[in-house]
């Protein structure tokens, strides 16, 4: 087995939080390669929905300095990939309606006739029946992750990043000047090692944190665009509108494991939920259904910091919120792997923090209502 000498910082995972911390750490002046089991951006990130949720209240409160920090970079992330890769990464909408659970006075209930007026102009064929809870409006925006699966690996490797696909992380060493990780061909050394995993990010070598893969399902239909001009979140689906004449529509949230199958009875589920209140999707052609792994922890929130072993680092376990948190995510980790002084504090996401926990009560997993199937996607 042969060894050689990568770059200061080997990433394991290729998803959309291993590659733009990579993509913040080239930025720095460090050599990066990141290793991916599969092809980069064709898990969690693959399958995301896409939504930059940020203020959705139904996400957990700590959560939210992060999210805010994340979506004030984005703009600048969004430039960047583009400028780097050729391939634009456009916002698809701007707004977004939501079914809530509870209001406070500091959500943009929707009522009174001039409201649900404007509700019908986004969405012409709303239908009211039964809604059982209150909707809110978010001025909130959405992205397609397919652009961004084309585009960020694209970028990563044209500012100078190597990408080795098929290549999976059997074992972590560490020493002194550094860490040794070998794979099925090779041992390969670096100064620093940082867990992107995602849903994989559990594994022994890796650590052994309480990572667990939490599957969604998830479908686009044919909807023209003037029928659904912003996203339709509630408790039991979200629909997100990609401006080309199709809809996202997702997802399911179920505990079983790494099978990453598709189920005809549950996809059926979520058209129906979707078409209750936008009856044109009962009838829309299918073009596409699948399924992804989102990174679920024990409290739902990431896992940033620094690993119990040495010159090691985890960034992981961003559950619905891979898309969302990347920019964010990037910068921090960056800033707490150069010892430079960080823009929010990681206290909330620290890897330590689950030291007692064995497994994930599935219970404590936040419900569909929020944003995305990420999560690396999640991703």
């Known amino acids: 087995m042969g060894r050689s000498r990568t770059s200061d910082v080997l990433i394991a995972g290729g998803g959309i939080i291993g590659l733009s911390i990579g993509m913040e750490l080239l930025s720095h002046g460090l050599s990066v390669t990141v290793l991916e089991r599969g092809e980069a951006m064709r898990a969690a990130s693959w399958a995301a929905g896409g939504m930059l949720a940020a203020h959705d209240p139904e996400n957990p409160p700590a959560l939210l300095p992060l999210s805010i920090h994340s979506l004030e970079h ?5 430039e960047r990939i583009t400028a780097a890769s050729g391939q634009p990464v456009p916002l698809r909408t701007q707004w977004t309606l939501q079914q809530v659970r509870s209001t406070s006075a500091d959500l943009d ?5 001039a409201a649900w007026e404007e509700v019908r102009q986004w969405i012409p064929g709303f239908t009211f029946g039964d809604l059982g809870h209150p909707i ?21 490797v044209a500012e100078g990043g190597t990408l080795r696909e098929k290549t999976t992380v059997l074992d972590v060493e560490t020493s002194a000047a550094g860490v040794v990780v070998r794979t099925a061909t090779e041992r390969i050394s670096a100064g620093i090692f940082v867990n992107c995993c995602g849903a994989w990010s559990g594994a022994p070598q890796l650590g052994g944190l309480p990572v ?24 039991e689906f979200y629909a997100i509108p990609r401006g080309d004449g199709h809809v996202t529509i997702g997802a399911t949230i179920e505990h079983v494991g790494f099978d990453e199958s598709v189920e005809e009875h549950r996809i059926e589920r979520l ?41 090691c680092w985890h960034a992981t376990g ?11 995510t990037a910068r921090l980790m960056t800033q707490a792997i150069l010892g430079e002084p960080l823009d929010v504090p990681l206290d909330d996401f620290a890897p330590y923090r689950f030291r007692a926990v ?8 936040a419900p569909v209502s929020a944003c995305c199937v990420d999560a690396n996607a999640a991703e």
């Open 271 to 311: 058209l129906r939920a979707a078409a209750s209140l936008v009856p044109e999707i009962d009838r829309a052609a299918r073009l596409e259904i699948w399924a992804g792994l989102r990174p679920g922890t024990p409290d739902g929130l990431p896992v940033l910091g620094a690993a119990a072993m040495e010159h």
């Open 109 to 113: 209930l929707i009522a009174g006739d």
């Open 136 to 156: 809110i409006r978010l001025e909130e925006q959405s992205l397609n992750p397919r652009d961004l699966c084309r585009a960020l690996p694209e970028a990563f």
């Open 318 to 328: 961003h559950y619905r919120d891979g898309i969302l948190l990347a920019p964010g």
């Open 212 to 235: 667990e893969p939490v599957k969604g399902q998830m479908a686009t239909v044919a909807l023209a665009s003037e029928r659904l001009r912003c996203v339709l979140r509630t408790p």
């Open 358 to 365: 064995k497994s994930m009560p599935q219970e404590r997993i």
């Open 74 to 78: 984005y703009p600048a992330y969004l």
